[in-house]
């Protein structure tokens, strides 16, 4: 059965100091590691798609990275804009849909 | 680009009625939708693919006599959640797909709250 295991569940930064979001996962035949920001009461925002060990993708403040057994969101100097709950999830093989981490709720104090 | 729509935003109704929620994907054609249930405080749940033209597929331990799912357009798919009861509240939240690179990216609706009393 595939896991994904968010760490931590919740997180309260200082604005400028950096961190990371842990995606620990463990699925049969990976297509596809995604990265979602959910705002409260709305749909989950798509942020990035990672599909090999190795590779990074980044856009803004945030960059993701993979591993065989883990993904990383790094933030970096966040932002008060930045807090909502980020959701990994991954593709199963062979299927298209999504299996999603509970989240981490990510608070940004200015 | 890639923005889905759903209706309606909010739904109350009384337990024993239906209720029929609405996905669109406004600027794309997507010949597969998804369906997600997300209780307070949990994570998105799978409960169905919705393929164009064809039978939608339902997760194990979805009832596919409760939750009826039709996906009549490349646009459109809906879920009726026929004699809802309270135990069928919750935020439910549709997701189409982009193939336009690699395997594809699901673009999610806002999500439709359902309150059943």
């Known amino acids: 059965e595939d896991q994904v295991t968010q760490s931590p569940e919740a997180l309260r930064l200082q604005e400028g100091e950096s961190s990371s979001l842990n995606c620990s996962y463990t699925?049969?035949?990976?297509?596809?590691l995604f990265w979602y920001r959910q705002d409260p009461g709305k749909g989950p925002e798509f942020l990035f798609t990672?599909?090999?060990a190795g590779e990074e993708k980044e856009k803004e403040r945030l960059k993701a990275t993979l591993t065989k057994k883990e993904s990383f969101l790094h933030i970096t100097a966040p932002k008060p804009e930045d807090s909502a709950t980020y959701l990994c999830?991954?593709?199963?093989?062979?299927?298209?849909?999504?299996?999603f981490g509970k989240g981490t709720h990510l608070i940004i104090q200015p | 680009g890639a923005v889905v729509s759903q209706h309606p935003s909010w739904v109350i109704c009384k337990s024993g009625t239906s209720v029929k929620i609405e996905c669109r994907s406004l600027?794309?054609?997507?010949?597969?939708m998804f369906w997600y249930r997300q209780f307070p405080k949990q994570s998105l749940m799978l409960m169905a693919t919705?393929?164009?033209?064809?039978?939608?597929?339902?997760e194990q331990g979805v009832e596919k006599d409760k939750f009826l799912i039709n996906h009549a357009s490349l646009t459109l798919s809906t879920l009726t959640v026929t004699s809802a009861h309270p135990e069928d509240s919750s935020f439910y939240i549709c997701?189409?797909?982009?193939?336009?690179?690699?395997?594809?990216?699901?673009?999610f609706g806002p999500g439709t709250r359902l309150l059943v009393l």
């Open positions: 997701s189409a797909l982009t193939r336009t690179s690699g395997i594809g990216t699901q673009y």
């Open positions: 699925v049969s035949g990976l297509r596809g």
């Open positions: 990672l599909y090999s």
């Open positions: 999830a991954v593709r199963r093989g062979g299927a298209d849909g999504l299996t």
């Open positions: 600027d794309f054609q997507a010949t597969t």
């Open positions: 919705s393929n164009e033209g064809s039978k939608a597929t339902y």
